[in-house]
């Protein structure tokens, strides 16, 4: 079966991951490609096999090419992803699906009116050891579970250049929790279920250049009556785990392992699968063109985890009292 065509639009930072998962995956093979760096455009290309295209437009115009990967500064996630509907082009757009619950709404709403596949990515609950936790969760052998606490942090804030709209809160706030709590929150509604309440509190530790909240602390409540806690700051060294705590026993996931500690306080590991989650998620997005079903991370999947932070930075602003997530 011929592998579905794609577009790729932004090639540095993490979109290098999304080529490389692209070169690994069984169904997606991408076309072509555009970057405002037009060298970059070139290399890539040529490394791939792909097509430099000069425009988003020139992308657009392309009938071969069925879908577009957005790898994009959020706040031009909506703009862009309507117009590829408008030009009947399905979109994939990196996490978070949108800077605020209305753009995120109106894109879902344009991907309806266009009859056309909306997928955001959301690559970490792919990850062997979580997909593991999910079903340990759902066999229920932990016995009752009562809290979780989640990490998701890295020093980018430290390099991130002036100039960069990370920087900016208006294009990117709270920028640990957007760009990476985003991630563990996803997993946790996928490992958990809904999200109730927030508490959230978010300051400015001055490392950053400009005006973000470059540390976040925020306190959840699952409508199962779980309790979490989730820390995502920009500035210290990488922290990334989910740490869940029950009645019979805790584990302890990363992305790369599991470790299941029982009653005596002895430790057991886990083995799990290694996944290339971004040809995981480029194989969903192919299919999903192809067959018309959603794929596993879709428009809705997006709008509840940005719901999650939505509803952090509003209790941030109130000095972190307690938000309903269904305010927002």
């Not at 020139?58 to 090419?65: F, S, Y």
């Not at 957005?70 to 978070?96: D, S």
């Not at 894109?107 to 050891?129: F, K, Y």
């Not at 500035?235 to 026993?249: H, K, S, T």
Request: glycine fraction near 8%; aromatic fraction near 6%; proline fraction near 4%.
């Amino acid at each position: 079966m011929p592998r579905t065509q794609l577009a790729q639009i932004g090639l540095g930072g993490y979109g290098r991951a999304i080529t490389e998962g692209a070169l690994a995956s069984d169904n997606a093979h991408i076309h072509s490609v555009f970057d405002v760096d037009t060298k970059l455009c070139s290399e890539v290309a040529k490394k791939i096999g792909a097509k430099a295209e000069g425009s988003f437009k020139e992308i657009l115009a392309d009938d071969e090419i069925k879908g577009v990967v957005l790898i994009l500064p959020n706040h031009i996630h909506q703009p862009m992803a309507e117009e590829a509907f408008a030009a009947g082009k399905h979109v994939y757009v990196e996490k978070p699906i949108a800077n605020t619950m209305s753009e995120g709404r109106a894109m879902v709403a344009a991907a309806e009116a266009a009859s056309r596949i909306l997928m955001v990515g959301h690559n970490t609950r792919r990850q062997g050891p979580y997909r593991k936790v999910k079903q340990i969760v759902d066999d229920g052998d932990l016995g009752q579970i009562v809290a979780v606490d989640a990490q998701f942090s890295h020093r980018g804030g430290i390099s991130c250049p002036p100039d960069a709209w990370r920087q900016e809160y208006e294009k990117c706030p709270a920028v640990p929790l957007m760009q990476l709590g985003v991630h563990a929150i996803d997993t946790l509604l996928y490992l958990f279920g809904p999200v109730t309440v927030v508490s959230s509190f978010q300051r400015a530790s001055g490392l950053m250049s400009g005006d973000n909240h470059d540390v976040t602390v925020t306190l959840l409540e699952f409508e199962s009556g779980i309790l979490g806690t989730l820390n995502s700051h920009y500035v210290i060294p990488g922290r990334n785990y989910i740490n869940l705590l029950a009645v019979d026993a805790n584990l302890f996931s990363t992305t790369e392992s599991l470790e299941l500690q029982h009653q005596d306080y002895s430790v057991e590991v886990i083995d799990t699968p290694t996944v290339n989650t971004q040809a995981e998620e480029l194989d969903d997005f192919a299919t999903s063109i192809e067959t018309g079903e959603a794929p596993e991370t879709d428009g809705a999947v997006g709008l509840e985890a940005l719901a999650v932070i939505e509803a952090a930075i509003v209790s941030a602003k109130q000095d972190g009292r307690p938000v309903e997530v269904s305010s927002v």
